[in-house]
Structures are given as structure tokens and as C-alpha cells.
């Protein structure tokens, strides 16, 4: 199967600092990124969708300001966390998609905690 | 938004026993998909499904989609230890390319 990797794997950062979270497809091109954000025993939510070379479409009530989305490459995508606050504390996952209509494959996680 | 029926929410059995759980919808949905996943990693995927009344298995692991396209079942037989997680059924609704999730299903298999 396809394989997503993300990075870091966990971060602990203090308040107010900004955050990156790296996204990557290693065998094979994603034209679509996706980020969720899962909290303690709770389904993922879906925060944004992005596609390479053009703007993230945010879903309702995720602030796009706040959290930065950079789709530069078909195998590269971060998210940023900017101006961190502890209720920015989650679990982000990132997937990866060759093209529309096909399977998403997820990556493992990054667990976040702002101090 | 839309998110997927789920039931039930936790289920402890014994090795050995077969374990089934079910995803519905107000609305049709052209993909269904059941995840697994275990704690501090992402999701994994375990079976895909396309067709209206399609049938796949993987290994120990069954699901169907349902033919109204609003509901789908997953059943693992003979769990053993390993099968403990939660998982997730998942689906494309209407021809949106956003992925809808169920709440999930803690499952706990006793040895």
C-alpha cells in the first residue's frame, strides 16, 4: 500500500511559538493533501483540504490564518500552527491522495502539546 | 456536517469470539471505508468498498455496503489480542471528494 509519513512524530512547544508539521507521500505523487484533527477519544475532523500549487480550502470554523497550509510538491505538504495555544493541543494527521475519487491513505500522527 | 452512525461505541469480548458493527447514513454515500486504528497512530485502512451491495473480505475481516447506500457493515471473526484498537468507518458522500467518519468503535479483545 501507499505510504504517508509524517513529521515530527510529536512536539511540545510553548505558548505563542508557531509550529510546522511536515506531510509526505514517499511512493507515489498526491495531487490532494488532507489535515485532520483529532482530540482524545473523538472521531477526526476534517480541518483542511489542499491541493499542489493552489490555496487550501479550509472547512467552517477552521482559521486559516492560524494554521498555515503549504502544498508546494505532489509528495510535500505542512501545516503550521501559528501563535500555538495550549487548546491548539491535538493529534493532527495528514493523508494522501493520487488522484480524485481514489483511496486516501493516512500518515501516523503528530501528537502537538502547547505549554 | 454530516457524520456517520456508528454503533456500537465499545465492545469487549472474548478471543475467539466474532465481533460485527455497523455504520449508517441520513444520506447516500458512494464509498465506504473501515479503518482501524491504534493509539498515537493514524488510521489504517482495512477494506474498501465501491458498489452498492458489494461483499470484499481481508483475511478475518468482512464488510458490506449496503444496497440503499446508506449503511455498511464490518464483522471480524475469531479476533485474537492483536485486534484491539478502534475503528472507524468512513465514506465519500455523494460525489464529495471529503472523507465523513463515524465516531468510532473502541474494541477490547480479553485473552
Known amino acids: 500500500g501507499a505510504v504517508v509519513s509524517q513529521h515530527p512524530s510529536r512536539v511540545i512547544c510553548k505558548s505563542g511559538t508557531s509550529v510546522k508539521i511536515e506531510c509526505r507521500s514517499l511512493d507515489f505523487q498526491a495531487t490532494t493533501m488532507f489535515w485532520y484533527r483529532q482530540f482524545p477519544k473523538q472521531s477526526l475532523m476534517l480541518m483542511a483540504t489542499?491541493?499542489?500549487?493552489?490555496?487550501?480550502?479550509?472547512e467552517q470554523g477552521v482559521e486559516k490564518d492560524k494554521f498555515l497550509i503549504n502544498h508546494a510538491s505532489l509528495t510535500l505538504s505542512t501545516l503550521t500552527v501559528t501563535s500555538a495555544h495550549p487548546e491548539d493541543s491535538s493529534f493532527y494527521i495528514c493523508?494522501?491522495?493520487?488522484?480524485?475519487?481514489?483511496?486516501?491513505?493516512f500518515g501516523p500522527g503528530t501528537r502537538l502539546l502547547v505549554l | 456536517g454530516q457524520q456517520l452512525n456508528q454503533s456500537p461505541q465499545s465492545m469487549f469480548i472474548q478471543e475467539g469470539e466474532d465481533v460485527s458493527m455497523n455504520c449508517t447514513s441520513s444520506s447516500i454515500f458512494n464509498t465506504w471505508l473501515w479503518y482501524k486504528q491504534e493509539p498515537g497512530e493514524g488510521p489504517v485502512l482495512l477494506i474498501a468498498l465501491y458498489k452498492a451491495g458489494e461483499l470484499t473480505s481481508n483475511g478475518r475481516l468482512t464488510a458490506q455496503f449496503g444496497i440503499t447506500r446508506k449503511d455498511s457493515f464490518l464483522n471480524i471473526s475469531a479476533s485474537i489480542p492483536s485486534d484491539v484498537g478502534i475503528y472507524f468507518c468512513?465514506?465519500?458522500?455523494?460525489?464529495?471528494?471529503?472523507?465523513?467518519f463515524g465516531k468510532g468503535m473502541k474494541l477490547t479483545v480479553n485473552p
Open positions: 493523508s494522501a491522495r493520487r488522484d480524485f475519487g481514489e483511496t486516501q491513505y
Open positions: 489542499s491541493n499542489e500549487g493552489s490555496k487550501a480550502t479550509y
Open positions: 468512513a465514506g465519500h458522500e455523494g460525489g464529495s471528494e471529503k472523507l465523513v
